[in-house]
């Protein structure tokens, strides 16, 4: 019933991380109850059995005459459980410190253009890229567009479009792929690319539409190009048995066209006068874009479009590669919850045991004159030793785990040793907390009720 209560409760929480839309209901057919029934009895089974087989090795008359005596083993197994549910504890502790660590630094990386603030309004029909220009103009009036300019994509979003390029002076089997985007006058502008050499599209150049291109550092590394040579650079591309002949007009700093797990690759934009654009960015002054968003989408119905008009953030795009990350994030928060808790269930259970062991013990070094917090010292020491050998355990098995996991990125931190201490410092506490009650409620016993003789 329990478990009923918990699931309503969570189930919102799960369709959301998981991306499914379960119901309650669905948990009342036949076959999952009779799956959980059987569940409940075979773990029942299996929880008893070693209690019960423990139990049933003593000896009644010794058991009787108060002289069992527990063996090496028994301790070690109870210890050795413990040991290991803080093992798994801290581990996803170290987890979680570093998947957190990652996804801060993929928002907060500089990408090399402006990522907030731009919007992006897809040109799916004929008609709507038609219209481009008449619609460009307009919202360039308004005083909170900064610019807007279209491009065939835009950073964040996928681009298949690639050309394989050669030096003049290489032959066609020395080819390098280089990602295209073709794109507006005013695109590299709108989306703030830093300029490293040379120019940009103009329209002071009208020849720029003639297989001139403006493209990254990594192109040039690629191609072995020095910097200062690079403008005026030809490269070659030969398809279909003829070959086009590209100049470099201009170099922009490297940026991230696409998310952190890949690498930056080459990238070259051209121009196009054309209006058969897929996207129209917009780059807007206001961070409030409620007003902005109004007055774009009235504009568009104002052109009698039969599109309706949608639209994107920029940011939220580029953001949305990382989906899976940020679901991996949340699961491992959730069961290191779930593994914290269980852990300190175990420790419980044996602070429990530990103090009604030595009870007596307890009450005899109260008479002898021992204070409270030396008690609570006592106790909680051989639980710290526990607490110690997990974390020297977990922490070459989580830095394993979590450096194996950073390979997916191109781009990622360097797991620190901080990040060990933190995560030792934080179990630390959580067994302490967890113990502290037991060893307080075991050294605040009076000591005449703990050496009593029944």
Not at 139 to 166: D, E, H, K, L, M
Request: proline share 4%.
């Amino acid at each position: 019933m329990l478990a009923v209560i918990l699931v309503v409760i969570a189930l919102p929480e799960f369709n959301a991380l998981t991306e499914k839309q379960l119901f309650l209901k669905d948990l009342f057919s036949w076959e999952l109850l009779l799956t959980f029934l059987g569940l409940a009895i075979v773990t029942g089974l299996l929880a008893g059995s070693y209690p019960a087989f423990y139990l049933s090795r003593f000896n009644p008359v010794q058991v009787l005459k108060g002289r069992l005596v527990h063996g090496w083993s028994d301790v070690t197994l109870r210890k050795g459980l413990v040991v290991f549910q803080f093992v798994i504890s801290v581990s996803l502790i170290m987890a979680t410190l570093v998947i957190e660590q990652q996804m801060r630094y993929m928002r907060e990386k500089p990408l090399g253009f402006t990522q907030q603030q731009q919007i992006s309004i897809p040109l799916r029909s004929l008609e709507s890229q038609q219209i481009y220009a008449t619609y460009r103009e307009e919202i360039t009036r308004n005083n909170q567009v900064v610019a807007a300019a279209g491009a065939f994509y835009y950073p964040g979003i996928a681009n298949p479009n690639t050309y394989s390029f050669y030096r003049p002076d290489q032959t066609v089997e020395a080819l390098q792929s280089v990602k295209i985007n073709v794109v507006d006058y005013d695109f590299l502008k709108t989306m703030n690319f830093e300029l490293v050499s040379g120019r940009l599209f103009s329209r002071q150049f009208p020849g720029d539409t003639s297989n001139r291109m403006v493209v990254n550092e990594t192109t040039l590394r690629n191609f072995a190009i020095p910097i200062e040579k690079a403008i005026g650079q030809k490269l070659n591309f030969t398809f279909q048995g003829q070959t086009n002949t590209f100049e470099i007009i201009g170099v922009v700093k490297d940026f991230h066209f696409e998310d952190l797990h890949q690498p930056i690759q080459p990238f070259a934009f051209l121009l196009s006068t054309r209006p058969n654009f897929n996207y129209l960015l917009v780059h807007v002054k206001t961070a409030e874009m409620e007003h902005v968003l109004g007055f774009l989408e009235q504009t568009w119905k104002k052109l009698r479009l039969n599109e309706p008009f949608t639209y994107s953030l920029v940011s939220e795009d580029f953001q949305r590669n990382y989906s899976a990350d940020v679901r991996t994030s949340r699961i491992v928060n959730y069961f290191t919850l779930i593994t914290i808790f269980i852990s300190c269930l175990g420790l419980l259970g044996l602070a429990t045991f530990t103090a009604e062991q030595r009870t007596k013990e307890i009450g005899v070094r109260k008479v002898l004159g021992a204070s409270v917090i030396s008690v609570v010292a006592l106790l909680s020491k051989d639980f710290l030793k526990l607490v110690l050998v997990a974390i020297i355990l977990a922490s070459p098995l989580a830095w394993y785990a979590m450096h194996q996991w950073l390979q997916d990125f191109a781009y990622r931190i360097a797991i620190e040793w901080w990040v060990f201490a933190l995560a030792g410092v934080l179990a630390t506490v959580v067994a302490l907390l967890t113990v502290s009650f037991q060893a307080i409620k075991a050294a605040l016993m009076n000591p005449v009720k703990s050496l009593r003789s029944e």
